[in-house]
């Protein structure tokens, strides 16, 4: 199935080794990403949702063990050999993170930093190389490209730097860019303004993954989404089908939390009650079960599995259970 | 809010804040940094106000300047009717318990080594004096209660916790000692969002249970929108604009109000398919280090020669609804 799927993630598990013993951060996700489409990532501090591609791509922390597959383009990244993951990190295949000052070694000219991507893979000369740096800084819409391949990173604004930053992932013309929580740092307008430049990569082909707790940025740009809870996937759906009717009880208490600036004014914002599970529990019935509004007396003794609802896919007794269940 | 003759908490006049930059070469002079320019404010007892603004707009410093933590250059801060001046130790002890801040970052404002029972205590002796052991356990455990912690968590340290608990701490911690305003620097915009709602609903609480006025700093004006009864528009330390919170989100009159809430994400994807903003694309330029005229016309797509020689005043454009703008109320064709 699904051969289509440029990258592709089976029964993947992350945990790490504490002293007091092992903590499970990610369980059992399966999914999928297809070229020229958006992938949506979305979940609280602590849901699993970084740890998830930090684990497929090699980088967790110190203590960090993966289980599972991960195909980049047909290949297995998480084999015995690291030589497929090596040759697509970076090149086929880059991050973006969410401080984008990590990403800029403070003493390197912008311009400098751009071509080292390319010069040290030997992929481009270094006349080439300058053309591909300003051609990349105009792609996410740098202002004055001629002039920032000169700067220092602290002589940018902040949305500057991760356009910088951006512009680096995008040297090697990859075809997945996996960015993790790009905008969070950033005001509401630099915001709007890096969402704009993914979204414009996307158009042009590239695969984005964004990770991200927030569904107002999620709504701006992604094809499908998933939502993580608790190291799971509770619900995936195409990104219009999922605001128009969210269907895991989760799903819906993150969209209604959100405050908007369009609906009429009620007196309390729906939030959450109550906290997450710690790290590393594994209650025996659904994870948000203690939470969930609609939880009935079985979800507190077993897990709901995910299934396939025509599109979406949602892990829920209370969906399943419905009369007349399905979107 | 019941019209009984309001007292005015907070009232700033004509505050400028100014701080000194590095010299560009070893000569000349000492170039300076306007962080707030000729801000005029005021916050009556039970009112909540929100300041609004990018980074760097000045909205930190101002209120820290009124928290009497930065010196102004010029103008005046009153609290009370009384002027607060930082060389008056008597008069700022007095203030601060009845003004009190919350920061961003929960955990980082916790002293890591107290126990957050510990950090409340502390805030509260600080303010009271040394107190009888048992009637400050007492207070403590009703103020965790009131901003929703379990007192049984008064002895976890701030690690401990996650994020959402250790900002009600904070909370906690500033408000025990009864503060009559509240200042909220960017509190909840470090929070998941189901947990910023819960911070923002326990606020909103608070105002009404306590009549706590508060001064809200915050770049989202979405959750501006659902605390604030009045909003003020900070752009490069200028107010821009100032009204009714219903006011600025029925009918926002700056062109900057405008791209702000423009920029606010909307969580729905048909929105965004119509938010072509021109107002944003032009943000792009924004960093001229000296403007002459008004401060956001390099970014306005209104702006025209007028805007490029003259500063704007903050004028009355109808029912108390303020605007620093040559073309207030006019908006650009829609595409």
Same mark, same amino acid.
């Given at each position: 199935?699904?051969?289509?799927?440029?990258?592709?993630?089976?029964?993947?598990?992350?945990?790490?080794?504490?002293?007091?013993?092992?903590?499970?951060?990610?369980?059992?996700?399966?999914?999928?990403?297809?070229?020229?489409?958006?992938?949506?990532?979305?979940?609280?501090?602590?849901?699993?949702?970084?740890?998830?591609?930090?684990?497929?791509?090699?980088?967790?922390?110190?203590?960090?063990?993966?289980?599972?597959?991960?195909?980049?383009?047909?290949?297995?990244?998480?084999?015995?050999?690291?030589?497929?993951?090596?040759?697509?990190?970076?090149?086929?295949?880059?991050?973006?993170?969410?401080?984008?000052?990590?990403?800029?070694?403070?003493?390197?000219?912008?311009?400098?930093?751009?071509?080292?991507?390319?010069?040290?893979?030997?992929?481009?000369?270094?006349?080439?190389?300058?053309?591909?740096?300003?051609?990349?800084?105009?792609?996410?819409?740098?202002?004055?490209?001629?002039?920032?391949?000169?700067?220092?990173?602290?002589?940018?604004?902040?949305?500057?730097?991760?356009?910088?930053?951006?512009?680096?992932?995008?040297?090697?013309?990859?075809?997945?860019?996996?960015?993790?929580?790009?905008?969070?740092?950033?005001?509401?307008?630099?915001?709007?303004?890096?969402?704009?430049?993914?979204?414009?990569?996307?158009?042009?082909?590239?695969?984005?993954?964004?990770?991200?707790?927030?569904?107002?940025?999620?709504?701006?740009?992604?094809?499908?989404?998933?939502?993580?809870?608790?190291?799971?996937?509770?619900?995936?759906?195409?990104?219009?089908?999922?605001?128009?009717?969210?269907?895991?009880?989760?799903?819906?208490?993150?969209?209604?939390?959100?405050?908007?600036?369009?609906?009429?004014?009620?007196?309390?914002?729906?939030?959450?009650?109550?906290?997450?599970?710690?790290?590393?529990?594994?209650?025996?019935?659904?994870?948000?079960?203690?939470?969930?509004?609609?939880?009935?007396?079985?979800?507190?003794?077993?897990?709901?599995?995910?299934?396939?609802?025509?599109?979406?896919?949602?892990?829920?007794?209370?969906?399943?259970?419905?009369?007349?269940?399905?979107? | 809010?019941?019209?009984?003759?309001?007292?005015?908490?907070?009232?700033?006049?004509?505050?400028?804040?100014?701080?000194?930059?590095?010299?560009?070469?070893?000569?000349?002079?000492?170039?300076?940094?306007?962080?707030?320019?000729?801000?005029?404010?005021?916050?009556?007892?039970?009112?909540?106000?929100?300041?609004?603004?990018?980074?760097?707009?000045?909205?930190?410093?101002?209120?820290?300047?009124?928290?009497?933590?930065?010196?102004?250059?010029?103008?005046?801060?009153?609290?009370?009717?009384?002027?607060?001046?930082?060389?008056?130790?008597?008069?700022?002890?007095?203030?601060?318990?009845?003004?009190?801040?919350?920061?961003?970052?929960?955990?980082?404002?916790?002293?890591?080594?107290?126990?957050?029972?510990?950090?409340?205590?502390?805030?509260?002796?600080?303010?009271?004096?040394?107190?009888?052991?048992?009637?400050?356990?007492?207070?403590?455990?009703?103020?965790?209660?009131?901003?929703?912690?379990?007192?049984?968590?008064?002895?976890?340290?701030?690690?401990?916790?996650?994020?959402?608990?250790?900002?009600? =701490? &904070?909370?906690? %911690? @500033?408000? +025990?000692?009864?503060?009559?305003?509240?200042?909220?620097? !960017? $509190? /909840?915009?470090?929070?998941?969002?189901?947990?910023?709602?819960?911070?923002?609903?326990?606020?909103?609480?608070?105002?009404?249970?306590?009549?706590?006025?508060?001064?809200?700093?915050?770049?989202?004006?979405?959750?501006?929108?659902?605390?604030?009864?009045?909003?003020?528009?900070?752009?490069?330390?200028?107010?821009?604009?100032?009204?009714?919170?219903?006011?600025?989100?029925?009918?926002?009159?700056?062109?900057?109000?405008?791209?702000?809430?423009?920029?606010?994400?909307?969580?729905?994807? =048909? &929105?965004?398919? %119509? @938010?072509? +903003?021109?107002?944003?694309?032009?943000?792009?330029?924004? !960093? $001229? /280090?000296?403007?002459?005229?008004?401060?956001?016309?390099?970014?306005?797509?209104?702006?025209?020669?007028?805007?490029?020689?003259?500063?704007?005043?903050?004028?009355?454009?109808?029912?108390?609804?303020?605007?620093?703008?040559?073309?207030?109320?006019?908006?650009?064709?829609?595409?």
């Amino acid at each position: 199935m699904a051969s289509d799927a440029l990258f592709e993630v089976r029964d993947l598990g992350v945990c790490f080794t504490t002293p007091r013993g092992r903590v499970s951060a990610v369980r059992e996700i399966s999914l999928e990403v297809r070229r020229g489409e958006c992938l949506a990532v979305v979940g609280e501090s602590g849901s699993g949702k970084s740890q998830l591609f930090l684990g497929c791509l090699g980088l967790l922390a110190a203590g960090g063990l993966v289980e599972g597959s991960a195909r980049f383009d047909g290949q297995e990244l998480l084999g015995p050999d690291a030589g497929p993951r090596r040759a697509a990190l970076g090149t086929r295949l880059a991050m973006v993170f969410q401080d984008p000052m990590n990403a800029l070694t403070p003493h390197l000219t912008i311009g400098r930093q751009l071509a080292e991507v390319v010069l040290e893979r030997g992929l481009l000369d270094a006349a080439t190389a300058r053309a591909r740096s300003l051609e990349v800084l105009r792609s996410v819409g740098m202002p004055d490209p001629e002039a920032r391949l000169r700067q220092y990173p602290h002589e940018l604004s902040g949305g500057q730097r991760q356009r910088a930053a951006i512009a680096m992932a995008l040297m090697t013309r990859p075809d997945l860019l996996v960015a993790d929580e790009p905008t969070t740092a950033l005001d509401v307008t630099v915001q709007a303004q890096v969402i704009d430049v993914l979204r414009g990569a996307r158009d042009r082909g590239l695969a984005v993954v964004l990770i991200t707790h927030d569904m107002g940025v999620v709504a701006g740009i992604a094809d499908r989404v998933a939502v993580m809870y608790a190291g799971r996937i509770v619900e995936t759906a195409p990104a219009r089908e999922l605001f128009a009717a969210p269907a895991h009880p989760y799903t819906a208490a993150l969209l209604a939390s959100v405050p908007r600036l369009d609906t009429p004014l009620a007196a309390r914002l729906a939030g959450i009650e109550g906290q997450p599970p710690a790290p590393g529990a594994e209650p025996d019935g659904c994870a948000f079960a203690p939470r969930c509004p609609s939880a009935l007396e079985t979800c507190h003794r077993s897990r709901p599995p995910l299934e396939s609802l025509g599109a979406r896919s949602v892990a829920c007794h209370a969906v399943r259970l419905a009369p007349g269940a399905g979107p | 809010m019941s019209e009984v003759a309001t007292e005015t908490l907070l009232r700033v006049r004509n505050l400028t804040v100014r701080f000194p930059m590095p010299r560009p070469g070893l000569v000349g002079p000492r170039p300076w940094l306007t962080a707030v320019d000729a801000v005029d404010l005021e916050i009556d007892a039970g009112r909540a106000l929100g300041l609004v603004g990018e980074s760097g707009c000045g909205k930190s410093t101002l209120a820290r300047a009124v928290l009497a933590l930065v010196s102004p250059q010029a103008g005046t801060i009153e609290w009370r009717g009384q002027p607060v001046r930082r060389d008056d130790a008597a008069g700022l002890r007095r203030m601060r318990r009845e003004l009190q801040i919350v920061f961003q970052d929960p955990v980082g404002s916790l002293d890591p080594r107290m126990s957050i029972g510990e950090s409340v205590a502390e805030a509260l002796e600080a303010l009271e004096g040394p107190q009888d052991a048992v009637a400050t356990r007492a207070r403590v455990d009703s103020m965790l209660a009131e901003v929703g912690l379990d007192p049984a968590l008064a002895a976890r340290y701030p690690h401990e916790l996650s994020g959402g608990q250790c900002q009600r =701490a &904070a909370i906690a %911690r @500033a408000l +025990v000692g009864r503060p009559k305003l509240l200042v909220c620097d !960017e $509190a /909840v915009s470090a929070l998941d969002v189901s947990v910023q709602a819960q911070i923002v609903n326990l606020l909103a609480e608070l105002r009404r249970r306590r009549g706590l006025a508060l001064l809200f700093i915050s770049h989202n004006l979405a959750v501006v929108r659902h605390l604030c009864d009045d909003v003020a528009v900070l752009y490069r330390g200028r107010v821009v604009e100032r009204a009714s919170a219903a006011a600025i989100f029925a009918g926002p009159s700056h062109p900057y109000t405008r791209a702000l809430l423009a920029a606010v994400p909307d969580p729905d994807p =048909a &929105a965004h398919v %119509r @938010a072509a +903003v021109p107002e944003l694309r032009a943000a792009a330029a924004a !960093e $001229a /280090v000296a403007v002459v005229g008004c401060a956001y016309q390099p970014r306005c797509p209104l702006a025209d020669e007028l805007c490029r020689q003259q500063v704007p005043r903050l004028e009355d454009v109808g029912a108390g609804h303020l605007t620093a703008c040559h073309h207030a109320g006019v908006r650009p064709a829609a595409s």
